[in-house]
């Protein structure tokens, strides 16, 4: 039986969608089964993000619908073996996902797979909340501003009391932080939020701190997830996010500043 | 939107502050009332066309239940629309249609312990005091838009309460960790119930509807242990 984990965040822009690629990328590298699952109805990405838009046929509407089989619309990656995505319709809105296709999807998935990973949607509506409705971890995805770090409150909040887990009093969804386009020298000049901030006021446990780079546009551009640029800081540190979720210790790299030349001749 | 009807919540209950005007009955006659209701009417007619009203009984004007309905009535003929009565007993009040509120605030503060004012008779101390509830206890964060009430006792909350929050109780509210979000104790009117937290970085707390803004909070009690209570009418926040 499957892990289903939900991607997750409340606000939109944050790396959602990255981090799903990434994420699910990652752990299909560690030798899982990896589906990443796109709950983005009508504003489809993750295909996008992950280089496979040209070979989508079927999507998830049309499982649900009964129009075609999971393996139909199921996608295999070309370069990671055992992952898989499941695209998003563009044409349809979230209202055709029902909860029961959802779920009858999930279990199928969960039956063949070792990590379901789900892409959920911005906002705490429909779509969101049959992305995490399933959820047995959730990765949250907070970038160091306060509005982000609102909106994923709100999401945390709704993961501890509008899921299945909650709701049939099982054991809570297991909620980790994953902090993306963090810029330490930002942090040192008081425009942006620092990490000791967000933790204390999410009160979660941190599993990655992803830096802003340039590489993650690169990397999306290019239809790559980053965590395959091993050359990049964005990739290196989606890598320890996958090491640490797998029970690995790995320290935080992208917490300080690194320092330029001019900052090494000048400051030691 | 609801996901399935199993799962999906057909309503939501919820506190909210809202502003009603009082209408304050400092006669026993409502004839005389009327009157001089009629002439304001006129100045403004329409104005307050289905406006809600709470009546509220002024010092030394005790309410029955017929001159009640007979207010009532002449309200209703007037487009007013009476929702409610403060300080009068429960009987009456419905008798006449009307909720009860007990813990109207305003010029009441005369703690000169008068009974025999309103028509109830009943001492306010014993009304207000909240029931011997066992307290709630949360230990679990308080997120943005979760919203705890813990009826008839006290709130003790041993995890960090975030913005966007909300904490209410009938009686004390002790919050072990950051209240960042609203901490509202003694909520049916219980005067002397307190707030406690470990740091205050609250958006609003209040006492029996006494309450105060984050901004008109003294920069110097952020985000330090503190204690909020009410004198008097006046809402007091002392560092702990």
Known sequence: MARIVVVTSGKGGVGKTTTSAA?????????????????????????????????????????????????????????????EILPASQTRDKDALTFEGVESVLNALAETHDYVVCDSPAGIERGAHLAMYFADDALVVTNPEVSSVRDSDRVLGLLSSKTRRAEQGEEPVKEHLVVTRYAASRVGKGEMLSMEDICEILSIDLLGVVPESTAVLNASNAGVPVIMEEKTDAGQAYDDLVARYLGEEREHRFLTEKKGLFGRLFKG | ???????????????????????????????????????????????????????????????????????????????????????????????????????????????????????????????????????????????????????????????????????MADGHIHVYGTLRGRALAGVQGDVNARIFCQSLEAELVAVAGHYRLSEQIDAGLRGAPAMIRLRGDELGIDAL
């Open chain 2, 1 to 167: 939107m609801a996901v399935n009807q199993a799962s999906g919540a057909a309503f939501e209950l919820k506190g909210r502050m809202a502003t009603l005007t009082v209408l304050r009955l400092l006669t026993a006659d409502p004839g005389h009332l009327f009157i001089q209701l009629d002439a304001r009417l006129a100045q403004a007619p329409g104005f307050f066309d289905g406006m809600p009203l709470v009546l509220a009984p002024g010092q030394d004007v005790s309410l029955d239940a017929a001159m009640l309905e007979t207010l009532v009535a002449g309200l209703r003929d007037r487009g007013l629309l009476p929702v409610a009565a403060a300080d009068v007993s429960e009987d009456i009040a419905s008798a006449a249609g009307l909720g009860v509120l007990r813990n109207l605030g305003g010029p009441r503060s005369d703690a000169s312990g008068q009974t025999g004012r309103s028509g109830s008779g009943k001492p306010v101390a014993e009304a207000r005091a909240p029931e011997n509830g066992a307290a709630r206890l949360v230990t679990q964060p308080v997120r943005s838009g979760q919203q705890v009430y813990a009826r008839g006792g006290d709130l003790v909350v041993s995890a960090p309460v975030s913005a966007g929050a909300e904490l």
């Open chain 1, 23 to 83: 994420f699910g990328a990652g752990l299909a590298r560690a030798g899982y089964r990896t589906v990443v699952v796109d709950f983005d109805v009508g504003l489809r990405n993750l295909d996008l993000i992950m280089g496979c838009e040209r070979r989508v046929v079927y999507d998830f509407v049309n499982v649900i619908n009964g129009e075609a089989n999971l393996n139909q619309a199921l996608i295999r990656d070309k370069r990671v073996e055992g992952l």
